[in-house]
T-cell receptor, first 114, second 114 residues
Framework: AQSVTQLGSHVSVSEGALVLLRCNYS??????LFWYVQYPNQGLQLLLK??????LVKGINGFEAEFKKSETSFHLTKPSAHMSDAAEYFC????????????FGTGTSLTVIP | EAGVVQSPRYKIIEKKQPVAFWCNPI?????LYWYLQNLGQGPELLIR????????DSQLPKDRFSAERLKGVDSTLKIQPAELGDSAVYLC????????????FGPGTRLTVL
């Protein structure tokens, strides 16, 4: 079975600082990888996804993530944090051989300090 | 294009009462998911439908939970009777076909059991 580990359930950064949210997955075959964001009282919204091809993926709101097969990682970054980035972030995987099943990490709550 | 619609957004009931949640997925999306999300946690799959067929309901507490997806479109999730521990957010999501397609989430229903 697939699994997703998000290191750090809470991350705080200053406004304008680099955002780094970590995600590692376990899979013998590189899966499809996703990052979602959830604002209070809302559903999850897709930030970006990796399927095949270029390992550096750009998403909405200035976020990007890099797929590193050797490290089984898919960390999310943003060069400069904005107050509006404060939210819950979830990493998810979808195995190529597991049909339409998604596996989510436990989430990382991002706080942006003014 | 309309997103995933869920109703109600909020529900407060007393324990042992029944409750039902409704979901209308994005038009044409054959896969529908119901998730449970506890505070500070990632979504946990309850049931997944491929068209009308429930293909993964291994995590659905079948003694009190039931779901249906008539005609492969709308879906209803029911709890009867509700318990205090059922208080959570219930998320519905849909996706299109196989492969790297992401899930689209509804806003969720926040259930409070008193």
């Amino acid at each position: 079975a697939q699994s997703v580990t998000q290191l750090g359930s809470h991350v705080s950064v200053s406004e304008g600082a680099l955002v780094l949210l970590r995600c590692n997955y376990s899979s013998s075959v590189p899966p499809y990888l996703f990052w979602y964001v959830q604002y209070p009282n809302q559903g999850l919204q897709l930030l970006l996804k990796y399927t095949t091809g270029a390992t550096l993926v750009k998403g909405i709101n200035g976020f990007e993530a890099e797929f590193k097969k050797s490290e089984t990682s898919f960390h999310l970054t943003k060069p400069s944090a904005h107050m509006s980035d404060a939210a819950e972030y979830f990493c998810a995987v979808r195995g190529m051989n597991t049909g339409n099943q998604f596996y989510f990490g436990t989430g990382t709550s991002l706080t942006v300090i003014p | 294009e309309a997103g995933v619609v869920q109703s109600p957004r909020y529900k407060i009931i007393e324990k042992k009462q029944p409750v039902a949640f409704w979901c209308n997925p994005i038009s044409g999306h054959n896969t529908l998911y119901w998730y449970l999300q506890n505070l500070g946690q990632g979504p946990e799959l309850l049931i997944r439908y491929e068209n009308e067929e429930a293909v993964d309901d291994s995590q659905l507490p079948k003694d009190r939970f039931s779901a249906e997806r008539l005609k492969g479109v709308d879906s209803t999730l029911k709890i009867q009777p509700a318990e205090l521990g059922d208080s959570a957010v219930y998320l519905c999501a849909s996706s299109l076909g196989q492969g790297p397609n992401e899930q689209f989430f509804g806003p969720g229903t926040r259930l409070t059991v008193l």
